[in-house]
Nanobody, 122 residues
Framework: QVQLVESGGGLVQAGGSLRLSCVAS????????MGWFRQAPGKEREFVGG????????YYADSVKGRFTTSRDNAKNTVYLQMNSLNPEDTAVYYC???????????????WGQGTQVTVSS
């Protein structure tokens, strides 16, 4: 069982930056692929970025590529999402997730955090 707790969300102006953190419980954090997803009001949850469990390499949705960076610190059981050049379309609840499969689909993840709100004003 893995429990995930996100933090770092808030209100930011367009063009600004935020860094989200996600702390995981358990001793097998490095065994999991980690992902970030987001869900805007009235929209489906969508993939943002992820890191593979094999080598911690990262991959991103086209909509955030070049602006967002995810990283993980296995010693701290923490994964981060650095978000730069934010725009109002990035407004959503952001979730971190852990799974043995990972990937860009929700079904690749077994554990989810409670989410943290990110609001970007124009």
């Amino acid at each position: 069982q893995v429990q995930l707790v996100e933090s770092g969300g808030g209100l930011v102006q367009a063009g600004g930056s935020l860094r989200l953190s996600c702390v995981a419980s358990g001793r097998t954090f490095s065994s999991y692929a980690m992902g970030w997803f987001r869900q805007a009001p009235g929209k489906e949850r969508e993939f943002v970025g992820g890191s593979r469990r094999s080598d911690a390499s990262t991959y991103y949705a086209d909509s955030v590529k070049g602006r967002f960076t995810t990283s993980r610190d296995n010693a701290k059981n923490t994964v981060y999402l650095q978000m730069n050049s934010l725009n109002p379309e990035d407004t959503a609840v952001y979730y971190c997730a852990a799974g043995l499969v990972g990937g860009t689909r929700i079904r690749g993840y077994d554990y989810w955090g409670q989410g943290t709100q990110v609001t970007v004003s124009s």
